[in-house]
């Protein structure tokens, strides 16, 4: 805002001052033609001279402002770049292919500047090939188990084991390279929606393209465009709806075969119908990895084989769906606020 201002004073202040120039030289010019001190000629060119002289000046203005909000930027990327990350490596980390069996033993969270928890006393597992659900209301800390998964965060107390390692001693890339993570907000590239589905690998087959694609749901979206696959997004999607934004990083997820599949509301954006479909199409994808899924909506987790449920960063609850229902506590007065919602969606 403080550079909006200066601009806007700038540019008009620079303006004023040329034409308040040439208005001066204009009136004593004039005065001294009449007066007989200066011929027309020389007043002619001492004008050429003045206005040849104003705009090299407001150029240099120009190039002296855009040195400056240069090195500004550059030092604000510097300090970027020179910032050090908080999530470190041990030295020889493991390299291996893993499993998927996941378990958060006691784990709490919560950020350097704060004095309350995000995640206190977490603790579940989940084994090979199964689907864990979560579920929370905002702000109940169901996205940062996903972050402490992916290690963008490490646990202040307790500890995260994959395959029975502690998470801490993976290679951050190998452990990320094996996890498939679908966020809310999805970052898509500006390139064609074949290279953001295939961003994950270094090379692919244009039929692994479209089965992906098929999976997610978005084949018949993508199809409709003039450009089909060679469609240009935009940046951060922004040809794209939300819907067909998140299913386009859904295929590019399935595309990796990961290991662990993260889906974090993945399916905020889409009807319940298009959801019920992709989640029917991913059984076979799902069935064989384990997978996370994140939502604030049942119908994506009753058929989860666990549910873990969320409450200011404590779990409460947990077991299959049928056992949450029948335990009668916040996971079922949330099924029965839902349930009643689609009633009065479809009355209408």
Do not use: C
Request: glycine share 8%; aromatic share 10%.
């Amino acid at each position: 805002m403080d550079l909006v201002r200066i601009w806007g004073v700038m540019f008009p202040l620079i303006s004023f001052i040329a034409g308040l120039s040439l208005l001066i030289v204009l009136f004593f010019g004039a005065r001294f033609i009449i007066e007989g001190r200066l011929s027309l000629g020389e007043y002619v060119a001492f004008s050429q001279y003045l206005i040849m002289f104003i705009w090299p000046m407001m150029a240099i203005g120009w190039v002296v402002n855009l040195y400056k909000r240069g090195t500004a930027s550059l030092d604000r990327i510097k300090k970027i770049l020179d910032t050090k990350s908080e999530i470190v490596e041990i030295e020889n980390p493991v390299e291996k292919e893993i499993e998927g069996e996941i378990e958060f033993r006691n784990v709490y969270f919560k950020f350097n500047d704060s004095k309350d928890y995000i995640l206190k006393n977490i603790s579940f597992k989940v084994e090979k090939g199964q689907t864990l659900g979560v579920l929370g209301l905002t702000g109940s800390g169901k996205s940062t188990i996903a972050d402490m998964i992916l290690r963008f965060n490490d646990p202040e107390k307790g500890e995260i084991l994959i395959d029975g390692i502690n998470i801490k001693n993976y290679s951050l890339k190998n452990l990320r390279s094996q996890i498939g993570y679908v966020p809310q907000e999805s970052f898509l590239f500006s390139y064609t929606i074949e290279e953001n589905i295939g961003f994950g690998k270094d090379s692919w087959d244009f039929d692994e393209i479209k089965k992906a694609a098929y999976i997610a749901k978005i084949y018949d979206n993508i199809i409709d465009f003039p450009e089909k696959f060679k469609t240009i997004v935009g940046e951060r999607g922004v040809t794209l709806s939300g819907g067909q934004r998140q299913r386009t990083a859904l295929s590019r997820a399935i595309m990796i075969n990961p290991k662990i599949l993260i889906l974090d509301d993945a399916f905020s954006s889409v009807d319940t119908e298009t959801e019920a479909a992709i989640l029917r199409d991913m059984k076979d994808v799902m069935g064989s990895r384990t997978t996370i899924l994140i939502s604030h909506r049942i119908s994506t987790l009753k058929n989860a084989n666990k549910i873990i449920v969320l409450d200011k960063g404590e779990l409460i609850e947990s077991g299959t769906h049928d056992e949450l229902i029948k335990k009668g506590g916040l996971y079922h007065s949330i099924y029965l606020k839902q349930q009643l919602s689609e009633e009065l969606e479809s009355e209408l």
